[in-house]
């Protein structure tokens, strides 16, 4: 069976004789009460990595969106991008039921969250908290994070972006040779953002395979959040194990990251020609999300059955969990030209396509992920 399931996108998986040794999994003691040195040690690399004064880490996005939207004080008003992970939109919900209102906006619409903010301010004005993703895997986009920050700096406001996707994939300067970008800082490194309005909370689950979290922002927001989290009191932190698989990733990213991501988006690069030559498309720009667009002569649902029984294994779905299902196709480091092949392959007999030969030529330029609107850098926060 050939999977494409998996997002561990560079292809880390961290077996546990690749792992510094551990005596135990937990201390028994919550992170408020005390934080390994480890700990401590994987949070200022994150921070530096995604370019942060601090972070902090948490057992998943869930623990750490949970706490954040239980801070909020009443009077406060969240926005929220309509295409936001479901995780994220839990932490809102926490926030709704105590009364703060969530108003949502149209998908990537910087003039539709300027609306929604114009109507709030003629009743009365209030502290801002606008959340979105990062990077949207329905839609193959980046969120335009340079106008949204320039729509909510005049009041203040607060950015919250799930960075989950795009962590360990989008760094600084994405091009048409390297659509990724270097580093794999994620959307503030992309977008060439600095800006203490603006807090991160990504798992490190995805990219650089290892189960835990981090919220990282300035340096004044993550000791707040520190000091008044609930999960940090009354949950046990990150194991020792995967403590040391975040570290390791790290190290690995530093190292080789530049090289996977490399090889990773001539992966995708191959997939997408490929699939054009027998006339289909898929949804993703160079991202290793692919989702293969509408098919006349076959659903989503048959497609994806006819790839198992032909020994493809894909994901279906639901973008946003609205409209008609897709077929998606999760692409990573560890998988060879050959797997790609045979994927499209399998795709073109599932759907009817007449089958095609395999060019040996040259693999042809994907346009790369590009950030929206022009670069936003607020040039009095210290780095």
Not at 77 to 99: H, L, N, Q, S, T
Not at 158 to 172: E, K, R, W
Not at 179 to 205: D, E, Q, Y
Request: hydrophobic share 40%; proline share 5%; aromatic share 6%.
């Amino acid at each position: 069976m050939l999977d494409f399931t998996s997002a561990l996108y560079l292809g880390l998986r961290h077996p546990s004789w690749c792992l510094k040794p551990w005596k135990q999994l937990t201390t028994g003691r919550p992170a408020a009460l005390i934080a390994a040195p480890s700990h401590v040690g994987v949070a200022k690399a994150a921070a530096s990595l995604v370019g942060c004064e601090r972070a902090t880490l948490g057992s998943s996005t869930l623990h750490l969106f949970w706490d954040l939207f239980g801070m909020l004080r009443e009077g406060t008003a969240i926005y929220m991008d309509a295409g936001v992970y479901p995780i994220g939109r839990w932490g809102v919900e926490r926030a709704a039921a105590r009364r703060i209102p969530v108003q949502i906006f149209s998908h990537h619409d910087g003039e539709a969250l300027r609306r929604a903010l114009e109507r709030s301010d003629t009743h009365r004005p209030r502290p801002v908290v606008v959340v979105a993703d990062g990077f949207c895997a329905g839609c193959g986009q980046p969120a335009p994070i340079t106008a949204y920050l320039e729509i909510i700096q005049q009041r203040g406001g607060l950015l919250v972006l799930d960075d989950t996707q795009a962590l360990g994939i989008l760094g600084n300067s994405p091009c048409t040779e390297t659509p990724f970008g270097t580093g794999g800082g994620g959307s503030l490194r992309c977008h060439n953002v600095s800006h203490s309005g603006v807090l991160l909370i990504s798992s490190l689950a995805k990219a650089f395979g290892a189960p835990l979290a981090m919220l990282a922002g300035s340096d004044a927001m993550v000791r707040t959040f520190e000091a008044k989290s609930e999960t940090r009191m009354h949950t046990s932190p990150p194991s020792r194990a995967a403590i040391h698989a975040a570290q390791r990733a790290l190290e690995t990213n530093h190292a080789h990251g530049d090289k996977l991501r490399q090889h990773l988006a001539q992966l995708v690069r191959r997939f997408r020609r490929r699939l054009g030559q027998i006339g289909l498309q898929t949804i993703g720009a160079s991202f290793p999300v692919q989702t293969l667009g509408p098919l006349t002569e076959i659903n989503a649902e048959t497609l994806h059955q006819r790839l198992l029984r032909s020994g493809i294994r894909t994901v279906l779905h639901r973008a946003h969990t609205v409209g008609k299902p897709k077929v998606s196709f999760l692409i990573t480091a560890g998988h060879a030209p050959n797997d790609i092949d045979r994927a499209v392959d399998a795709v073109g007999h599932a759907s009817g396509m007449r089958p095609f030969t395999y060019l040996s030529s040259g693999e042809t330029n994907e346009r790369a992920i590009q950030p929206r609107g022009r670069s936003f850098r607020n040039r009095s926060r210290t780095r």
